[in-house]
């Protein structure tokens, strides 16, 4: 797969979970099971588009990172495995991903049939797979040890990679705010940067 291609789908993927989730979700951060299926129903519109967008999003910007981390093969065989296993970890991030951020569309359709409380447990179930965050930050440290030894980017992105999935994981295990924004959201940013530098072909 060309670099333009691979670029392309690391800046549409961010561009299509955090960019919508900030600009256009609804906000069910803090929110129970039974009250985001009330939020939800009360913006059906507005919670399918995102879910749709959403699951996009997730698709583009996974795929895109496990090609990136195949296209890394080198005479290197350490960063060879860094970024083989990563690649894998990030690949297995798609069908979890898109059934998480995807979990609000049957949830609505569950309750308009049988009630908001069928909904909802749709809802709560999908949340156990927020654990499929282990299988990002792992996969994006590994890459990032891959560009390192690489020195690929001039061995900045690589080293940003790390530093983001370590904070993610700590936050993962404290609940710290302060690692939360710089981890989970350097992650993001730093693939969105990512694509950019891929699609300009730029080392």
Known sequence: MSSKVIGSMLILGPILTMG???LYSIDTEVLSPSDTMIAILADTNKAVISSILNMFGVMSMFTG???LAKSLKSDNSVSN???EIGGLFLLLCVPLWVVLVGAWMPAIDAAEQFGNDVGATIIASSTALQMGGILMVVGLFM?????TLLRKYKGIIGILFIIASVFAFIDMIFNIEIFTAIGWMGMF???????ILTVMNKE
């Open 65 to 67: 990172l496990y090609f």
């Open 81 to 83: 495995h860094f970024s």
């Open 189 to 195: 940013l730093m693939t969105f940067v990512t694509g």
């Open 20 to 22: 919508v989730w900030i």
């Open 143 to 147: 890459l990032g040890i891959s560009l």
